[in-house]
């Protein structure tokens, strides 16, 4: 492969070699070699094309020596501003009963310290109750009304249970009375500091039109997120119910302790699934990794998923490869 100039690679669009496989975004730019895009820190990794202003954000905090907690913290924060999306924050497609319940989580690789609230109503941003949860109190998790009673106690910046435009969107449904499933993503952000520590968070409105209590993967540690300072951390998006009870982003981590690239433990974490779950790849799930190293990766059921990566000379959007029966033949448990 010849040498790319610094200047024409930077203007690119993104690729890698990860894992043995050359990892290309779709719009089709050049191959790119995966040292031209990782090993140094800072970096951060998040799920999804509208987690690179949320990257962008967490590396500002971090270049003006903010901590690693602040930059995850920082970062997510913008996706739940955002009032168009649809899947993080109050903006967020609400319940059955018409009440946005939100879901998040943070993790500190130092000191291996978790904070963790679920089904919070009416406070804008869960990301910063979960820390507060991390650092002031004796638990990891708060959910409910006892989460709520928290936030209110400290604080905290609070908002409409539902915005307009979802809540005429409830009423549609509620009308028509459509228990269809409806799309729903998740802002899980991993960072590498300077200093070679992992955090990572992650913050969701969960599954459109939910039962109302619904808990998804997001906001349990070891499901939507895990951190581990002496490998590095993994993020997930997509079907909570199909990620947490594998405990997926755990077993993301824990095939890097084994020494795989972070891109082949997302793909190995989603063929073990998909070889014991009776659904197959019919799982709609996504992993994205990094470690200690600073290399990254990730991968999806299908096709088709999108993440973000940041570092100080570089910020895209790169396709992830997809996982089908084809990587490893007749999968689901003990279908014949």
């Known amino acids: 492969m010849s040498k790319m100039p610094r200047r024409k690679f930077l203007s690119g669009a993104a690729t890698a070699l990860v894992g043995g496989r050359l990892i290309q975004n779709a719009s089709g730019a050049p191959m790119l070699p995966v040292a031209e895009l990782t090993g140094a820190a800072p970096l951060i990794v998040s799920t999804w094309p509208f987690g690179k202003p949320a990257n962008e954000k967490a590396l500002e905090v971090l270049r003006a020596n903010g901590s690693g907690l602040d930059a995850v913290e920082a970062g997510i924060r913008v996706t739940e501003s955002d009032p168009n999306n649809a899947s993080v924050g109050l903006a967020g497609i609400p319940n059955a009963d018409g009440v946005v319940q939100l879901d998040s989580c943070i993790m500190s690789g130092p000191g291996h310290r978790a904070g963790s609230v679920g089904a919070l109503s009416g406070f804008r941003h869960p990301i910063s109750v979960a820390r507060a949860v991390m650092e002031k109190t004796k638990h990891v998790m708060l959910v409910g009304d006892g989460a709520a009673a928290f936030a ?41 500091t300077p200093s070679g520590d992992v955090f990572g968070g992650c913050s969701t409105s969960g599954w459109g039109y939910k039962l109302p209590g619904r808990l998804g993967d997001s906001p349990i540690i070891g499901g939507g997120l895990y951190v581990d300072n002496e490998v590095g951390a993994a993020g997930a998006t997509g079907l909570g119910e199909n990620v947490m009870r594998y405990c997926g982003t755990f077993l993301v981590v824990e095939f890097m302790r084994q020494g795989m690239h972070p891109q082949d433990a997302c793909l190995e974490t989603i063929r073990r699934i998909a070889r014991l779950d009776p659904k197959g790849f019919d799982l709609s799930i996504n992993f994205i990794a990094l470690d200690r190293k600073g290399r990254f990766g990730a991968a999806g059921t299908g096709t088709g998923f999108e993440y973000s990566v940041t570092c100080p000379s570089f910020s895209r959007v790169i396709q992830s490869p997809g996982v089908t029966t084809a990587d490893i033949g007749p999968v689901g448990g003990n279908r014949k």
């Open 152 to 192: 209110a106690k400290h604080g905290f910046e609070k908002g409409p249970k539902v915005s307009p435009g979802q809540f005429a969107a409830w009423k549609r449904w509620k009308a028509e009375q459509k228990r269809a499933e409806k799309n729903h993503d998740t802002i899980a952000l991993i960072a590498l």
